[in-house]
Protein backbone atom coordinates (compact mmCIF):
# COMPACT_ATOMS: atom_id res chain seq x y z
CA UNK A 1 0.00 0.00 0.00
CA UNK A 2 0.90 3.34 -0.83
CA UNK A 3 0.24 6.49 1.39
CA UNK A 4 -0.72 9.93 0.60
CA UNK A 5 -2.26 13.01 1.84
CA UNK A 6 -4.58 15.75 0.13
CA UNK A 7 -5.71 18.88 1.57
CA UNK A 8 -7.94 21.53 0.15
CA UNK A 9 -6.34 24.72 -0.77
CA UNK A 10 -8.11 27.12 1.64
CA UNK A 11 -7.18 24.57 5.04
CA UNK A 12 -3.63 24.50 3.70
CA UNK A 13 -3.89 28.48 3.58
CA UNK A 14 -5.80 28.57 7.33
CA UNK A 15 -2.74 25.78 8.15
CA UNK A 16 0.22 28.03 6.89
CA UNK A 17 -1.46 31.22 8.64
CA UNK A 18 -1.59 29.19 12.01
CA UNK A 19 1.56 27.47 11.67
CA UNK A 20 4.08 29.93 10.40
CA UNK A 21 4.71 32.24 13.10
CA UNK A 22 6.19 35.79 12.08
CA UNK A 23 8.69 35.03 15.11
CA UNK A 24 9.69 32.15 13.49
CA UNK A 25 9.11 29.49 16.87
CA UNK A 26 7.87 26.15 15.30
CA UNK A 27 3.89 26.02 16.27
CA UNK A 28 1.37 22.80 16.15
CA UNK A 29 -2.49 22.15 15.95
CA UNK A 30 -4.59 18.83 14.95
CA UNK A 31 -6.92 18.05 11.82
CA UNK A 32 -9.24 15.87 11.50
CA UNK A 33 -8.94 13.71 7.82
CA UNK A 34 -11.31 10.92 6.18
CA UNK A 35 -10.15 8.08 4.20
CA UNK A 36 -10.07 7.37 0.20
CA UNK A 37 -9.14 4.30 0.04
CA UNK A 38 -7.18 3.14 -4.04
CA UNK A 39 -6.79 0.23 -5.15
CA UNK A 40 -2.72 0.72 -4.00
CA UNK A 41 -3.20 3.90 -2.32
CA UNK A 42 -4.51 4.81 1.00
CA UNK A 43 -5.00 9.04 0.97
CA UNK A 44 -6.12 11.18 4.28
CA UNK A 45 -7.85 13.67 3.11
CA UNK A 46 -7.91 16.63 5.39
CA UNK A 47 -11.46 17.77 6.30
CA UNK A 48 -10.86 20.56 9.23
CA UNK A 49 -7.82 22.33 11.60
CA UNK A 50 -8.55 21.69 15.59
CA UNK A 51 -6.94 24.79 16.23
CA UNK A 52 -5.25 24.95 19.98
CA UNK A 53 -7.05 27.05 22.51
CA UNK A 54 -5.78 29.24 25.26
CA UNK A 55 -3.54 26.77 27.34
CA UNK A 56 -3.81 24.01 25.27
CA UNK A 57 -0.18 23.91 24.28
CA UNK A 58 3.09 25.39 24.99
CA UNK A 59 5.33 27.20 22.58
CA UNK A 60 9.41 27.47 23.49
CA UNK A 61 11.73 26.10 21.26
CA UNK A 62 10.10 22.84 20.48
CA UNK A 63 6.46 23.41 20.23
CA UNK A 64 4.08 20.76 22.69
CA UNK A 65 0.46 20.09 23.49
CA UNK A 66 -1.35 19.44 26.91
CA UNK A 67 -3.25 15.95 27.07
CA UNK A 68 -6.38 17.98 26.96
CA UNK A 69 -5.72 19.36 23.67
CA UNK A 70 -5.14 15.62 21.95
CA UNK A 71 -8.28 14.61 24.10
CA UNK A 72 -10.84 17.42 22.99
CA UNK A 73 -9.29 16.69 19.45
CA UNK A 74 -9.76 12.85 19.64
CA UNK A 75 -13.72 13.49 20.76
CA UNK A 76 -14.12 16.00 18.21
CA UNK A 77 -13.01 13.32 15.75
CA UNK A 78 -14.78 10.34 16.98
CA UNK A 79 -18.16 12.50 17.19
CA UNK A 80 -17.76 13.67 13.22
CA UNK A 81 -16.95 9.39 12.79
CA UNK A 82 -13.30 10.87 11.26
CA UNK A 83 -9.87 10.27 12.15
CA UNK A 84 -7.20 12.37 13.53
CA UNK A 85 -3.93 13.95 12.32
CA UNK A 86 -1.23 15.93 14.28
CA UNK A 87 0.34 19.30 12.53
CA UNK A 88 3.26 20.57 12.87
CA UNK A 89 5.30 23.03 11.69
CA UNK A 90 10.13 23.88 11.51
CA UNK A 91 12.04 26.08 10.67
CA UNK A 92 13.42 25.16 7.37
CA UNK A 93 11.80 24.62 3.85
CA UNK A 94 11.49 21.46 1.96
CA UNK A 95 10.02 17.94 2.99
CA UNK A 96 10.89 17.52 6.78
CA UNK A 97 12.80 14.64 8.31
CA UNK A 98 11.27 14.11 12.48
CA UNK A 99 13.54 14.68 15.29
CA UNK A 100 13.73 12.44 18.39
CA UNK A 101 10.71 14.45 20.28
CA UNK A 102 8.49 14.43 16.87
CA UNK A 103 9.14 10.79 17.06
CA UNK A 104 8.00 9.42 20.46
CA UNK A 105 5.80 12.71 20.52
CA UNK A 106 3.89 11.33 17.45
CA UNK A 107 4.38 7.25 18.28
CA UNK A 108 3.03 7.89 21.76
CA UNK A 109 -0.11 8.80 20.75
CA UNK A 110 -0.97 6.73 17.82
CA UNK A 111 -2.51 3.45 19.92
CA UNK A 112 -5.19 5.71 21.51
CA UNK A 113 -6.17 7.76 18.21
CA UNK A 114 -6.32 4.28 16.94
CA UNK A 115 -8.51 3.07 19.70
CA UNK A 116 -10.99 6.01 19.38
CA UNK A 117 -11.47 5.99 15.19
CA UNK A 118 -10.38 2.35 14.03
CA UNK A 119 -8.25 4.63 11.78
CA UNK A 120 -4.07 5.22 11.59
CA UNK A 121 -2.98 8.62 13.53
CA UNK A 122 -1.43 10.56 10.58
CA UNK A 123 1.39 13.17 10.93
CA UNK A 124 2.24 16.01 9.30
CA UNK A 125 5.39 18.58 9.07
CA UNK A 126 5.65 21.87 7.02
CA UNK A 127 8.11 23.14 6.29
CA UNK A 128 8.98 27.58 5.93
CA UNK A 129 7.91 27.08 2.10
CA UNK A 130 4.61 25.60 2.26
CA UNK A 131 5.89 22.30 1.48
CA UNK A 132 4.34 19.26 3.77
CA UNK A 133 5.53 15.83 4.80
CA UNK A 134 3.31 13.13 6.09
CA UNK A 135 3.42 9.68 7.63
CA UNK A 136 0.54 7.15 8.88
CA UNK A 137 1.07 5.37 11.93
CA UNK A 138 0.20 1.76 11.44
CA UNK A 139 -0.58 -1.19 13.96
CA UNK A 140 1.05 -4.39 12.18
CA UNK A 141 0.79 -6.20 15.53
CA UNK A 142 -0.59 -6.05 19.13
CA UNK A 143 0.53 -2.90 20.76
CA UNK A 144 3.18 -2.45 18.02
CA UNK A 145 3.39 0.13 16.11
CA UNK A 146 5.27 1.50 12.52
CA UNK A 147 5.96 4.32 10.75
CA UNK A 148 4.88 4.47 6.89
CA UNK A 149 5.85 7.21 5.02
CA UNK A 150 3.78 9.29 2.43
CA UNK A 151 4.95 9.31 -1.12
CA UNK A 152 3.08 12.16 -1.74
CA UNK A 153 1.34 15.66 -0.06
CA UNK A 154 -1.15 17.38 -2.56
CA UNK A 155 -2.79 20.56 -1.96
CA UNK A 156 -5.86 20.63 -4.16
CA UNK A 157 -7.23 24.60 -5.14
CA UNK A 158 -7.02 26.58 -8.62
CA UNK A 159 -3.18 24.73 -8.74
CA UNK A 160 -2.51 21.39 -8.15
CA UNK A 161 0.83 21.69 -5.75
CA UNK A 162 2.72 18.34 -4.39
CA UNK A 163 5.86 17.70 -2.34
CA UNK A 164 7.22 14.38 -3.50
CA UNK A 165 9.27 12.11 -0.87
CA UNK A 166 12.38 12.52 -2.35
CA UNK A 167 13.51 9.07 -1.06
CA UNK A 168 10.36 7.05 -2.26
CA UNK A 169 9.45 8.91 -5.93
CA UNK A 170 12.78 10.90 -6.17
CA UNK A 171 13.21 13.05 -9.07
CA UNK A 172 13.87 11.26 -12.48
CA UNK A 173 16.78 10.94 -14.72
CA UNK A 174 15.71 12.53 -17.83
CA UNK A 175 16.16 11.06 -21.66
CA UNK A 176 17.69 13.15 -24.33
CA UNK A 177 14.43 12.63 -26.41
CA UNK A 178 12.95 15.34 -24.03
CA UNK A 179 15.32 18.16 -24.15
CA UNK A 180 13.16 20.41 -25.88
CA UNK A 181 10.10 20.34 -23.78
CA UNK A 182 12.52 20.88 -20.75
CA UNK A 183 13.99 23.65 -22.11
CA UNK A 184 10.37 25.31 -22.54
CA UNK A 185 9.92 25.00 -18.19
CA UNK A 186 12.82 23.29 -16.45
CA UNK A 187 13.75 20.31 -15.16
CA UNK A 188 11.75 21.35 -11.74
CA UNK A 189 8.46 21.54 -13.42
CA UNK A 190 9.03 18.79 -15.26
CA UNK A 191 10.57 16.67 -12.05
CA UNK A 192 6.57 17.34 -11.22
CA UNK A 193 5.22 16.51 -14.21
CA UNK A 194 6.59 13.67 -14.65
CA UNK A 195 5.96 11.88 -11.17
CA UNK A 196 2.15 12.87 -11.00
CA UNK A 197 0.27 9.73 -11.23
CA UNK A 198 -2.22 10.32 -14.39
CA UNK A 199 -5.92 8.83 -14.94
CA UNK A 200 -7.66 8.75 -18.32
CA UNK A 201 -11.37 7.47 -17.93
CA UNK A 202 -12.50 6.98 -21.44
CA UNK A 203 -10.16 6.07 -23.47
CA UNK A 204 -11.78 6.74 -27.00
CA UNK A 205 -10.77 9.19 -29.86
CA UNK A 206 -10.12 12.21 -26.91
CA UNK A 207 -8.83 9.74 -24.54
CA UNK A 208 -6.56 8.13 -26.88
CA UNK A 209 -4.89 11.36 -27.76
CA UNK A 210 -4.68 12.66 -24.44
CA UNK A 211 -2.96 9.53 -23.59
CA UNK A 212 -0.30 9.86 -26.14
CA UNK A 213 0.50 13.60 -25.95
CA UNK A 214 0.77 12.78 -21.61
CA UNK A 215 3.36 9.89 -22.42
CA UNK A 216 4.90 12.10 -25.33
CA UNK A 217 5.75 14.99 -22.31
CA UNK A 218 7.64 12.23 -20.20
CA UNK A 219 4.78 11.67 -17.63
CA UNK A 220 5.65 8.36 -16.01
CA UNK A 221 2.28 6.72 -14.81
CA UNK A 222 -0.76 6.38 -16.79
CA UNK A 223 -3.71 4.41 -15.98
CA UNK A 224 -5.96 3.55 -18.85
CA UNK A 225 -10.14 2.78 -17.79
CA UNK A 226 -12.19 1.86 -20.20
CA UNK A 227 -14.56 -1.39 -20.97
CA UNK A 228 -14.97 -0.91 -24.33
CA UNK A 229 -14.03 -2.85 -27.87
CA UNK A 230 -12.55 -1.01 -30.41
CA UNK A 231 -15.29 -0.92 -33.47
CA UNK A 232 -15.20 -0.09 -37.13
CA UNK A 233 -17.16 3.07 -36.91
CA UNK A 234 -13.94 3.86 -34.19
CA UNK A 235 -11.35 3.88 -36.63
CA UNK A 236 -11.85 7.64 -38.36
CA UNK A 237 -11.39 9.07 -34.38
CA UNK A 238 -9.40 6.53 -32.53
CA UNK A 239 -5.67 6.92 -32.87
CA UNK A 240 -3.29 4.02 -32.79
CA UNK A 241 -6.32 1.69 -34.01
CA UNK A 242 -6.11 -0.24 -37.14
CA UNK A 243 -8.48 -2.33 -38.97
CA UNK A 244 -6.82 -5.49 -37.04
CA UNK A 245 -7.77 -4.36 -33.85
CA UNK A 246 -11.22 -4.01 -34.10
CA UNK A 247 -12.86 -6.24 -31.51
CA UNK A 248 -9.92 -5.81 -29.44
CA UNK A 249 -9.86 -3.59 -25.72
CA UNK A 250 -9.20 0.01 -26.72
CA UNK A 251 -7.49 0.44 -23.14
CA UNK A 252 -4.90 -2.43 -24.58
CA UNK A 253 -4.48 -1.29 -28.11
CA UNK A 254 -3.41 2.40 -26.73
CA UNK A 255 -1.85 0.93 -24.08
CA UNK A 256 0.82 -0.70 -26.57
CA UNK A 257 0.98 1.95 -28.73
CA UNK A 258 1.53 4.47 -25.92
CA UNK A 259 4.55 1.79 -24.28
CA UNK A 260 6.92 2.27 -27.35
CA UNK A 261 6.07 6.79 -27.88
CA UNK A 262 6.87 7.03 -24.18
CA UNK A 263 10.02 9.29 -23.31
CA UNK A 264 10.03 8.60 -19.58
CA UNK A 265 13.01 6.11 -18.40
CA UNK A 266 10.31 4.38 -16.30
CA UNK A 267 7.13 4.24 -18.39
CA UNK A 268 4.40 2.54 -16.69
CA UNK A 269 0.95 2.00 -18.84
CA UNK A 270 -1.82 -0.14 -17.03
CA UNK A 271 -4.99 -1.08 -19.22
CA UNK A 272 -8.03 -1.27 -17.41
CA UNK A 273 -10.99 -3.06 -18.41
CA UNK A 274 -13.36 -1.48 -16.32
CA UNK A 275 -16.05 1.16 -16.20
CA UNK A 276 -15.42 4.01 -13.63
CA UNK A 277 -18.66 3.38 -12.32
CA UNK A 278 -17.71 0.07 -11.12
CA UNK A 279 -16.19 -0.36 -8.09
CA UNK A 280 -12.98 -2.11 -9.23
CA UNK A 281 -12.53 0.86 -11.80
CA UNK A 282 -13.10 3.58 -9.24
CA UNK A 283 -10.80 2.24 -6.77
CA UNK A 284 -8.16 2.29 -9.39
CA UNK A 285 -8.98 6.24 -10.34
CA UNK A 286 -8.29 6.48 -6.62
CA UNK A 287 -5.02 6.03 -6.91
CA UNK A 288 -4.32 9.19 -9.65
CA UNK A 289 -3.19 12.56 -8.82
CA UNK A 290 -5.09 13.94 -11.95
CA UNK A 291 -7.75 12.18 -13.95
CA UNK A 292 -8.81 13.10 -17.55
CA UNK A 293 -12.65 12.82 -18.03
CA UNK A 294 -12.97 11.60 -21.61
CA UNK A 295 -16.60 9.86 -21.16
CA UNK A 296 -19.70 11.00 -22.66
CA UNK A 297 -22.56 9.38 -20.41
CA UNK A 298 -23.99 10.57 -17.35
CA UNK A 299 -23.44 8.08 -15.03
CA UNK A 300 -19.30 7.57 -15.68
CA UNK A 301 -19.25 12.04 -15.77
CA UNK A 302 -21.52 11.84 -12.21
CA UNK A 303 -19.14 9.55 -10.70
CA UNK A 304 -15.96 11.71 -11.65
CA UNK A 305 -17.82 14.89 -10.40
CA UNK A 306 -17.94 13.09 -7.14
CA UNK A 307 -14.23 11.90 -7.40
CA UNK A 308 -13.39 15.60 -7.76
CA UNK A 309 -15.02 16.89 -4.64
CA UNK A 310 -15.34 13.91 -1.83
CA UNK A 311 -11.80 12.15 -3.18
CA UNK A 312 -10.06 15.89 -3.89
CA UNK A 313 -9.04 14.32 -7.25
CA UNK A 314 -8.77 17.40 -9.82
CA UNK A 315 -10.89 15.75 -12.91
CA UNK A 316 -9.98 17.90 -16.31
CA UNK A 317 -13.26 17.23 -18.40
CA UNK A 318 -13.77 18.12 -22.13
CA UNK A 319 -17.00 17.16 -23.95
CA UNK A 320 -17.82 17.80 -27.58
CA UNK A 321 -21.69 18.54 -28.62
CA UNK A 322 -22.30 18.60 -32.58
CA UNK A 323 -25.82 19.34 -34.22
CA UNK A 324 -26.96 19.11 -37.53
CA UNK A 325 -29.79 20.09 -39.10
CA UNK A 326 -32.82 17.46 -40.49
CA UNK A 327 -30.98 17.22 -44.06
CA UNK A 328 -27.80 16.36 -42.58
CA UNK A 329 -26.64 19.69 -42.46
CA UNK A 330 -23.71 21.19 -39.93
CA UNK A 331 -24.94 23.69 -37.61
CA UNK A 332 -22.67 24.22 -35.20
CA UNK A 333 -20.15 22.12 -33.24
CA UNK A 334 -18.90 23.13 -29.70
CA UNK A 335 -16.41 22.14 -27.45
CA UNK A 336 -15.16 22.48 -23.98
CA UNK A 337 -12.76 21.95 -21.49
CA UNK A 338 -12.74 22.92 -18.06
CA UNK A 339 -10.88 21.51 -14.60
CA UNK A 340 -13.68 20.99 -11.45
CA UNK A 341 -12.17 20.31 -7.95
CA UNK A 342 -13.04 22.00 -4.50
CA UNK A 343 -12.30 26.14 -6.33
CA UNK A 344 -13.85 25.50 -9.30
CA UNK A 345 -17.74 24.47 -10.64
CA UNK A 346 -18.25 21.26 -10.83
CA UNK A 347 -19.74 18.98 -13.44
CA UNK A 348 -23.22 19.63 -12.48
CA UNK A 349 -23.41 23.39 -12.55
CA UNK A 350 -21.87 23.20 -15.68
CA UNK A 351 -24.51 21.21 -16.96
CA UNK A 352 -21.94 18.62 -18.39
CA UNK A 353 -25.02 16.11 -16.94
CA UNK A 354 -28.13 15.96 -17.01
CA UNK A 355 -28.37 14.09 -12.74
CA UNK A 356 -31.77 12.97 -14.20
CA UNK A 357 -30.90 10.49 -16.66
CA UNK A 358 -27.72 9.12 -13.82
CA UNK A 359 -30.70 7.38 -12.81
CA UNK A 360 -32.01 6.46 -15.72
CA UNK A 361 -28.54 4.95 -16.83
CA UNK A 362 -28.48 3.47 -13.67
CA UNK A 363 -31.85 1.20 -14.51
CA UNK A 364 -29.95 -0.10 -17.47
CA UNK A 365 -32.33 2.20 -20.06
CA UNK A 366 -29.76 3.85 -21.87
CA UNK A 367 -28.76 0.26 -23.26
CA UNK A 368 -32.28 -0.44 -24.21
CA UNK A 369 -32.87 -0.20 -27.59
CA UNK A 370 -36.72 0.04 -26.86
CA UNK A 371 -35.80 3.29 -24.34
CA UNK A 372 -33.41 4.64 -26.90
CA UNK A 373 -35.98 4.49 -30.26
CA UNK A 374 -38.33 6.23 -27.93
CA UNK A 375 -36.20 9.55 -27.58
CA UNK A 376 -36.69 12.62 -29.59
CA UNK A 377 -33.54 12.32 -32.54
CA UNK A 378 -31.95 15.47 -31.14
CA UNK A 379 -31.62 13.77 -27.63
CA UNK A 380 -27.81 14.19 -26.34
CA UNK A 381 -27.59 10.04 -25.91
CA UNK A 382 -28.72 9.88 -29.46
CA UNK A 383 -26.12 11.74 -31.03
CA UNK A 384 -23.24 10.52 -31.95
CA UNK A 385 -21.57 13.03 -35.03
CA UNK A 386 -18.04 13.48 -33.86
CA UNK A 387 -14.69 14.19 -36.25
CA UNK A 388 -11.13 13.60 -35.47
CA UNK A 389 -10.34 17.01 -35.95
CA UNK A 390 -12.79 17.79 -33.20
CA UNK A 391 -11.54 15.33 -31.07
CA UNK A 392 -8.32 16.16 -31.33
CA UNK A 393 -8.95 19.70 -30.47
CA UNK A 394 -10.86 18.99 -27.29
CA UNK A 395 -7.86 16.67 -26.25
CA UNK A 396 -5.67 19.87 -26.84
CA UNK A 397 -7.56 21.88 -24.81
CA UNK A 398 -7.97 19.41 -21.60
CA UNK A 399 -3.97 19.04 -21.96
CA UNK A 400 -3.83 22.49 -21.84
CA UNK A 401 -6.00 22.81 -18.29
CA UNK A 402 -4.27 20.31 -16.91
CA UNK A 403 -0.41 21.61 -18.29
CA UNK A 404 -1.79 25.29 -16.69
CA UNK A 405 -3.32 23.98 -13.47
CA UNK A 406 0.77 22.12 -12.59
CA UNK A 407 3.27 24.31 -14.13
CA UNK A 408 1.51 27.28 -13.21
CA UNK A 409 3.29 30.10 -15.50
CA UNK A 410 3.01 33.35 -14.59
CA UNK A 411 1.04 32.24 -11.34
CA UNK A 412 -1.66 31.50 -13.60
CA UNK A 413 -3.42 28.72 -12.99
CA UNK A 414 -7.47 28.48 -13.38
CA UNK A 415 -7.40 29.48 -17.18
CA UNK A 416 -11.58 29.11 -16.56
CA UNK A 417 -14.22 27.59 -18.49
CA UNK A 418 -13.15 27.14 -22.10
CA UNK A 419 -16.08 26.70 -24.90
CA UNK A 420 -14.65 26.76 -28.43
CA UNK A 421 -16.92 27.59 -31.35
CA UNK A 422 -16.12 25.25 -34.77
CA UNK A 423 -18.43 27.72 -37.07
CA UNK A 424 -17.72 31.37 -35.75
CA UNK A 425 -14.10 30.17 -34.57
CA UNK A 426 -14.17 32.26 -31.59
CA UNK A 427 -13.65 30.37 -28.11
CA UNK A 428 -15.65 31.88 -24.68
CA UNK A 429 -13.85 32.28 -21.57
CA UNK A 430 -15.44 31.87 -18.17
CA UNK A 431 -13.98 32.47 -14.98
CA UNK A 432 -14.26 29.44 -13.21
CA UNK A 433 -15.43 30.29 -9.48
CA UNK A 434 -17.29 27.72 -7.59
CA UNK A 435 -20.07 25.80 -7.23
CA UNK A 436 -23.89 27.76 -7.67
CA UNK A 437 -25.77 27.95 -3.95
CA UNK A 438 -27.75 24.84 -3.78
CA UNK A 439 -25.32 22.50 -5.17
CA UNK A 440 -24.29 19.13 -2.83
CA UNK A 441 -20.87 19.06 -4.19
CA UNK A 442 -18.71 21.38 -2.32
CA UNK A 443 -20.60 20.23 1.06
CA UNK A 444 -18.90 16.73 -0.21
CA UNK A 445 -14.77 17.96 0.15
CA UNK A 446 -12.65 15.70 1.80
CA UNK A 447 -15.21 13.08 2.74
CA UNK A 448 -14.20 10.07 0.69
CA UNK A 449 -15.27 6.93 1.65
CA UNK A 450 -17.19 8.14 4.44
CA UNK A 451 -19.83 10.07 2.51
CA UNK A 452 -23.49 8.39 2.80
CA UNK A 453 -23.52 7.75 -1.24
CA UNK A 454 -22.68 4.92 -3.18
CA UNK A 455 -22.28 5.47 -6.68
CA UNK A 456 -20.96 2.68 -7.95
CA UNK A 457 -22.76 -0.51 -9.30
CA UNK A 458 -22.79 -3.53 -11.89
CA UNK A 459 -22.30 -2.08 -15.28
CA UNK A 460 -24.36 -4.55 -17.82
CA UNK A 461 -22.50 -3.24 -21.00
CA UNK A 462 -19.13 -3.92 -19.16
CA UNK A 463 -19.68 -6.82 -18.21
CA UNK A 464 -20.73 -8.04 -21.77
CA UNK A 465 -18.00 -6.79 -23.54
CA UNK A 466 -15.72 -8.34 -21.15
CA UNK A 467 -17.60 -11.62 -21.69
CA UNK A 468 -17.11 -11.03 -25.34
CA UNK A 469 -13.41 -10.40 -25.56
CA UNK A 470 -13.21 -13.40 -23.38
CA UNK A 471 -15.06 -16.14 -25.68
CA UNK A 472 -13.47 -14.32 -28.74
CA UNK A 473 -9.89 -15.20 -27.38
CA UNK A 474 -10.92 -19.34 -26.19
CA UNK A 475 -12.26 -19.53 -29.39
CA UNK A 476 -8.92 -17.87 -31.48
CA UNK A 477 -6.96 -20.30 -29.23
CA UNK A 478 -8.85 -23.35 -29.68
CA UNK A 479 -8.67 -22.58 -33.39
CA UNK A 480 -5.14 -22.07 -33.14
CA UNK A 481 -4.65 -25.95 -31.30
CA UNK A 482 -7.06 -27.77 -33.84
CA UNK A 483 -4.86 -25.91 -36.63
CA UNK A 484 -1.45 -27.41 -35.00
CA UNK A 485 -3.14 -30.71 -34.22
CA UNK A 486 -4.84 -30.85 -38.54
CA UNK A 487 -2.25 -28.59 -40.15
ZN1 LIG B 1 9.41 18.56 14.56
ZN1 LIG C 1 -21.96 22.14 -8.41
Redesign the pocket.
Known amino acids: MNYSVAIPSDIHKQALEHLLRKDGQENLCFAIWYPSIGRNRETALIRELILPEKGEHVLHKNAGFLPGYFERALSIASSKNACLAFMHSHTSPGWQDMSRDDFFAELNHAAPTRGATRFPLVGLTLGTDGAWSARFWEKIKPRTYERFWCKTVRIIGDALNITFNEQLLPKPEFRRELERTISAWGENKQADLARIQVGIIGVGSVGSMVAESIARMGIANIKLIDFDSVELVNLDRLLHATREDVGKSKVNVVARAIRKNATSTDFTAESLEYSVVEEDGFREALDCDVIFSCVDRPWARSVL ?1 FIAYAHLIPIIDGGITVSVSPKGILKGADWKAHIVGPTR ?6 KQYDPGLVSVEREGYLDDPTYISSLPDEHPIKRNENVFAFSLSTASMQILQFLSMVIAPQDISNIGEQNYHFVTGCMDVKESEG ?2 ED ?4 SLVSQGDRTAFTVTGRHIKAEEARKVRLNASILKKLIFKISNIFP
Open positions: NKCLECLCNCPYP
